[in-house]
């Protein structure tokens, strides 16, 4: 069993920033990527970005040159920056990890509310 544990996320104004990060504990045997998500009422969840072990990164259209995803695997620690943040980025952020075993398991966090509003 792996537990993530997102942290970080708040009311900020437009064009602010925020960083959010997301802890790995338990099982965290064979992680492999791990990543952002989003969800806003009545809405899909959605990638926001992603990074693997090897640290290739893949982003959302919508937060390309704004958002950077980065990885401290030593720490099984994940954070996400986000810059020039608009009210349309604001929604529960989740934090994602894969894990072989030598099945694909997916864990997932409980979530952080970010709030984007003046």
């Known amino acids: 069993q792996v537990q993530l544990v997102e942290s970080g996320g708040e009311l900020v104004q437009p064009g602010g920033s925020l960083r959010l990060s997301c802890a790995a504990s338990?099982?965290?045997?064979?992680?492999?990527?791990m990543g952002w998500y989003r969800q806003t009422p009545g809405k899909p969840r959605e990638l926001v970005a992603a990074?693997?072990?090897?640290?290739?990164?893949n982003y959302a259209d919508s937060v390309k040159g704004r958002f950077t995803i980065s990885r401290d695997n030593a720490k099984n620690t994940v954070y996400l920056q986000m810059n020039s943040l608009k009210p349309e980025d604001s929604a529960v952020y989740y934090c994602?990890?894969?894990?072989?075993?030598?099945?694909?398991?997916?864990?997932w966090g409980q979530g952080t509310q970010v709030t984007v509003s003046s």
């Open positions: 994602k990890a894969d894990r072989w075993t030598p099945l694909w398991l997916e864990y």
């Open positions: 338990g099982s965290i045997f064979n992680i492999d990527s």
């Open positions: 990074i693997t072990s090897g640290g290739s990164t």
